[in-house]
């Protein structure tokens, strides 16, 4: 038997064996990705594929057992955006958005997430998710912060690698593991104006200090593939950027996976960028960079052949790419069991009750309480009617939020082929509607008005709404944003409630009921009004298919809520960005018309009980640089409900050799206390992640007076402070 073929010997040496069996040909298709439109024969028994994208159903299976036809019969990667939940497929379970389950701020949680997804993602014949976004959401316009972790780099590295942990198991042979994929690398979320895809201006400093850590962290966790962003930083595209893909991800940080592009990143260097007069001259750029497989851009075989022809590249950038991705096609055991999908499974596991209570348990903690006068939550016994309002009470797809049924046909409904599931069947989703009708008591009235549409002004029932509020004893309104509101291609310049929202919640106050809004968005909207004027504020996200029951879990007190918001809000779209972690200034940060403060802070978010912190210490207030420091902090549930609280560790180097943010996050502590429980949270971290990116670019801890500050928030008024010296 050919050693490639024999699972005793190691991937490495079945990948070495196989490559040296194959042609240039073989090669170049090996490096190809395409998607299920693209006529699988050509790309099969022709060009030698090594990978399709968004194929689905049955598709994946014919085309493996092609694929096993063919020579050397190496299977076809399959790749799929399965960022929260699996959740193209009907009958899936469908998760938060990757925003919402930030806000829990939940590590293990998460984990337990991406084996779900992952578990569902290989029964149906498929082994790779786009997963997780690490970009920096912290420019509300950006049309895609519903997919990111917010906007801290610290957080997004935790919450990354348990997200890859899930998805990838212990080892990649493990029979539901799937690869992984850190993407858009790197910068993307930070395009001028929030500008899907625009230019990225930061500096190699700003990039080692931000926006690079989240991806290092990733590479640690093991993460087998990186996506290169749409994005130009210091006009260099990310897909030509061979210090970004080769020398920094490569070869200081010692990735072993491999680089994918993103969508065509190839065609864009000629045709967007316009950094290559020719598609061959962008392949060359593409390849030399360290990119590894080419997303969607089907020409790349012919050019890379020709340009082996022509001795402008050489044989060893194939070999190196082929090297990797063959080496976790063996790692993921497609050479061995084949990974075929499993329909029987399918039936009985995708959206089984035990992963319909993960994703229940994700929604309760992924919500964040921005509001709650006079204690209006949860929900007194004395209410029995209340009128339940507004757009997005009923509204699946609202709910399910992007990358998810429904929002590639909104996205591309000329193209019939990414409708992946017209099929697809919504009946398993929980609306809000259904969520609180399931859970309200029997003595309890529900009177439902949608009141508005969502993005048409001119299709509204505000006046049915405000008689359906006068009728109760309280208003639930649903209100936020939807699909076409958010993803690829849809920033916003404006960040308001669309449609008639605002006239119909501004109808609503005026019945004088009290009016709780339930908020179901892709990312922060401006609310002062909504701050202003309701009394209570639940900020769902998009809370996935077991968010209605979620919701009602929350307003009926089953559960008290204790997400807090991982991205800030703004009060005005002028303010962007207003993320917390600002560097230092000298002039005020006020504008003329409003503060420069935002309308909710990053780590900000209330409970249905009161938490009291108190005697903030440090393990020792002067520190060596290789020492660790432990805070303590005790902190005692006050209230009347028991409750998680989520306990957040800040640093300022005080004086440094460059401007260093007035705060950063360097840790955080999830813990349960009891009515008039008190318990000391002790935090602690190494000295060495105090450290700052100097005007060299290293990374370097400096001696000096550093502010530990601790508490609810990143707000100043909810942080106990104290400092510590660290010396040379
Ligand atoms: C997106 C990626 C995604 C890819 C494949 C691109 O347009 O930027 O995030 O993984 O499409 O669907």
Redo the contacts with the bound molecule.
């Keep these: 038997m050919e050693i490639y073929k024999n699972p005793s010997y190691s991937p490495r040496e079945r990948t070495i064996d196989l490559l040296s069996r194959m042609t240039i040909e073989e090669k170049a298709g090996q490096m190809c990705q395409v998607d299920g439109r693209h006529d699988p024969e050509t790309w099969i028994y022709k060009k030698h594929i090594g990978s399709f994208?968004?194929v689905t159903g049955d598709e994946p299976a014919r085309l493996q057992k092609m694929a096993l036809e063919t020579r050397l019969g190496i299977p076809i990667l399959f790749g799929i955006?399965a960022i929260h939940g699996h959740a193209f497929q009907s009958g899936a379970t469908v998760f938060p958005s990757q925003l919402g389950m930030s806000s829990s701020w939940n590590p293990e949680l998460l984990e337990k997430v991406a084996a779900i997804t992952a578990c569902e993602v290989i029964l149906t014949g498929l082994h790779w998710t786009?997963s997780p976004v690490l970009c920096i959401g912290r420019d509300a316009r950006w049309g895609r912060v519903d997919e990111t972790f917010g906007e801290d780099p610290y957080l997004i590295g935790v919450l990354a690698k348990a997200m890859i942990q899930g998805y990838q198991g212990d080892q990649l042979s493990d029979p539901y593991s799937i690869l992984a994929c850190a993407?858009?690398f790197a910068a993307y979320g930070e395009t001028q104006g929030g500008r899907d895809s625009s230019e990225s201006d930061v500096s190699e400093r700003k990039l080692r200090s931000i926006f690079l850590p989240p991806f290092q962290e990733a590479v640690k966790a093991g993460c087998a593939t990186f996506?290169a962003g749409?994005n130009a930083i210091d006009g260099v595209p990310c897909s030509a950027n061979q210090w970004l893909l080769h020398d920094v991800l490569k070869e200081e940080w010692g990735f072993q996976g491999f680089v994918v592009t993103?969508?065509d990143n190839i065609g864009h260097l000629h045709e967007d960028h316009k950094v290559a007069a020719t598609l061959e001259e962008a392949c060359t750029i593409a390849l030399t960079a360290g990119n590894d497989m080419m997303?969607s851009t089907p020409t790349f075989y012919e050019h890379a052949l020709s340009l082996i022809e022509k001795g402008i590249i050489s044989e060893s950038l194939l070999d190196d790419a082929c090297s990797r991705i063959l080496e976790l096609k063996f790692k993921l055991g497609l050479f061995d069991h084949k990974r075929f999908p499993d329909q029987g499974m399918v039936s009985t596991i995708l959206g089984c009750p035990e992963h319909r209570k993960i994703a229940y348990d994700m929604a309760l903690e992924s919500m964040v309480l921005l509001k709650n006068q006079n204690n209006i939550l949860p929900l007194s016994k004395e209410i029995k009617r209340i009128a339940l309002i507004g757009p997005n009470c009923d509204d699946v797809q609202a709910q399910l939020g992007d990358w998810s049924f429904g929002a590639r046909e909104l996205a591309y409904p000329e193209v019939p082929t990414l409708n992946y599931h017209p099929e697809y069947d919504p009946s398993p989703i929980v609306t809000i509607l259904e969520g609180i009708k399931n859970r309200c008591p029997h003595h309890v009235q529900i009177a439902y008005e949608k009141g508005c549409d969502l993005l048409d002004e001119n299709n509204h029932n505000i006046e049915e709404a405000v008689e359906t509020a006068l009728a109760s004893d309280a208003i639930i309104a649903v209100v936020g944003d939807t699909n076409v509101l958010n993803g690829?291609m849809r920033d916003r310049a404006d960040l308001h409630l669309t449609g008639t929202q605002q006239k119909l919640l501004e109808a609503l106050k005026v019945t004088g009921k009290p009016l709780i809004i339930v908020l179901v968005n892709g990312k922060p909207l401006t609310i002062p009004w909504i701050a202003e004027n309701a009394d209570a504020i639940l900020e769902a996200w998009n809370p996935g298919m077991e968010g209605g029951n979620g919701v009602a879990s929350i307003l009926f007190g089953d559960f008290n809520p204790c997400g807090k918001l991982t991205v800030s809000f703004p009060r005005h779209v002028g303010q962007q960005p207003v993320f917390y972690n600002q560097l230092p200034g000298w002039h005020g940060n006020a504008y003329v018309e409003m503060t420069g403060e935002p309308l909710f802070p990053f780590g900000f978010g209330l409970s249905y009980t009161q938490y009291e912190y108190s005697n903030l210490m440090v393990s020792s207030s002067s520190l060596g640089v290789n020492d660790h420091l432990t805070v303590s902090v005790d902190v005692q549930n006050t209230g009347k409900y028991e409750g998680t609280e989520i306990v957040q560790l800040y640093i300022n180097d005080i004086f440094s050799s460059v401007t260093t943010p007035i705060k950063e996050l360097k840790g955080f502590q999830r813990i349960h206390l009891k009515p008039g429980e008190k318990s000391a949270v002790h935090i602690t971290v190494p000295v060495a992640s105090l450290g700052l990116v100097n005007r060299k670019c290293q990374y370097v801890v400096e001696p000096g007076v550093f502010e530990i500050m601790v508490g609810p928030s990143s707000r100043d008024m909810d942080l106990l402070k104290t400092i510590v010296e660290v010396v040379a």
Excluded: Q
Aim: charged share 35%; no cysteine; proline share 0%.
């Design positions: 994208l968004h955006d786009f993407k858009h996506m749409y993103d969508w997303m690829e």
